[in-house]
């Protein structure tokens, strides 16, 4: 009786060679397919002419001599995508693009998906184009968050009804569950899950409904969030969080914090060398904001403004007197309010007369010298207007206007 085949037993699945060159991080298939015409790639010592060769596995296969190897477990890096960069290799035009950006060792990478040039947010690269497929196609049912800012009237059972697709100039756009977020003047914020990821689906179908798209962030891709990655930053999901999603694609853990590869390099055109080392290095750690309250800025005015006696310490500064420090120390030295000596009543003091039956001013004691009292300057008197001589002593005199007085004259009925 024979035994049951195991896996071992089983042969292995042939495939194209593009597609196992480009699983090993060689090129991509159309470029594999170009390396194959101009006679680069050889298996087994013979130039291959045709990229329809089909094998189980890459022994004996040399690409310009060099012999390749087996292709390693998939990985995956999540970018956040700054806006006016373009999702491709290289642009005719000379834009930038995300491999302009992107930090130096990693691997050959490819994007899952695209995101236009205004759009921002999380954007998948991986060394697998079979972990790239499966998040791409529509059947796995992957699903992608997108959050966006539009200028113009809109109310929820309007967004309600996407749930059962729409159709806009002949495309038919499937269904998306589409939520009000909240209102900031003429501009509403809304909440889009999507599963097919059309080109520009998102822009198209808001402003099918009136609106006017001015942002569009990704925040989810499957599991996969964008959390608190930095705007530039790329990030490498662990391993095991990528077999759970080649196990349930749908699931919607999003498993640990992405581990940081290195700091962002500055703008700049250039290609990633495949050959350099891939092994990431770790950001250092943000130093701590410094909270500045009301108590430690008080603090800190009182030690600055405080006398060179007290500052002079070892190993401290002198304190410069400044002028600021001296208009300083001048109001601080004014008697606040409410704290000045009190002034003393230098008034006459009243007593009762009880012949008079009220209160009188009450005479100094005859032994007191007299007060002297001192006279009032006399006051300047004012110059004359010069532009009308005046009479002294003598107002003008105006002629008066005639005055004229208003007689109804008396009706006499005929």
């Not at 420090?325 to 009880?354: C, E, H, I, L, S």
């Not at 009188?360 to 010069?386: F, L």
């Amino acid at each position: 009786m024979s035994r049951p085949a195991t896996p071992k037993d089983r042969p292995k699945e042939q495939q194209r060679i593009a597609k196992l060159l480009a699983r090993a991080g060689v090129a991509s298939r159309r470029e594999v397919e170009r390396m194959i015409a101009e006679g680069r790639v050889a298996l087994n010592g013979t130039v291959l002419d045709t990229p329809a060769t089909i094998l189980a596995s890459l022994a004996g296969v040399t690409v310009d001599g060099e012999p390749v190897e087996a292709p390693a477990a998939a990985r995956l890096f999540l970018y956040h995508k700054p806006p006016g960069l373009l999702v491709t290799e290289r642009d005719p035009a000379g834009r930038p693009t995300i491999y302009d950006r992107l930090p130096e060792g990693l691997p050959r990478l490819v994007p899952v998906g695209r995101l236009d040039l205004a759009t921002e947010g999380l954007l998948l690269l991986t060394t697998d184009g079979e972990l790239k497929r499966q998040l791409e196609l529509p059947a796995t049912g992957v699903e992608r968050a997108y959050r966006a800012r539009a200028y113009g009237p809109i109310t929820q059972e309007q967004l309600e009804e996407l749930i059962h697709g729409v159709e806009i100039e002949g495309v038919r756009y499937g269904a998306i569950d589409a939520n009000l977020e909240r209102r900031t003047g003429a501009n509403v914020w809304i909440e889009l899950i999507l599963t097919e990821g059309k080109n520009r689906e998102v822009r198209r179908v808001l402003e099918y409904l009136g609106l006017k798209v001015s942002r569009l962030i990704r925040t989810r891709y499957g599991p996969f969030v964008l959390g608190d990655l930095a705007v530039g930053e790329i990030g490498e999901v662990k391993q095991h969080d990528v077999v759970a999603f080649r196990k349930d694609p749908t699931r919607k853990g999003g498993g640990e914090a992405p581990k940081l590869v290195e700091k962002p390099r500055p703008a700049g055109r250039g290609r990633i060398n495949p050959n350099e080392s891939t092994a990431p290095t770790s950001l250092p750690k943000p130093r701590p904001v410094r909270r500045i309250t009301k108590a430690t800025a008080n603090r800190a005015d009182k030690e600055a403004f405080a006398e060179p006696a007290r500052q002079a310490q070892p190993g401290r500064d002198p304190v410069v007197l400044t002028k600021a420090t001296k208009v300083k120390r001048f109001y601080d030295a004014k008697p606040k309010a409410g704290t000045a000596a009190p002034v003393a009543d230098t008034r006459p003091k009243r007593v009762f007369n009880p012949e008079l039956g009220r209160n009188v001013r009450a005479k100094p004691p005859r032994d007191a010298k007299p007060t002297e009292r001192t006279e009032r300057p006399e006051r300047a008197e004012r110059a004359p207007n010069k532009s009308t001589p005046r009479t002294p002593g003598k107002a003008l005199a105006r002629p008066s206007k005639p005055r004229t007085v208003k007689t109804h004259k008396s009706r006499t009925r005929k």
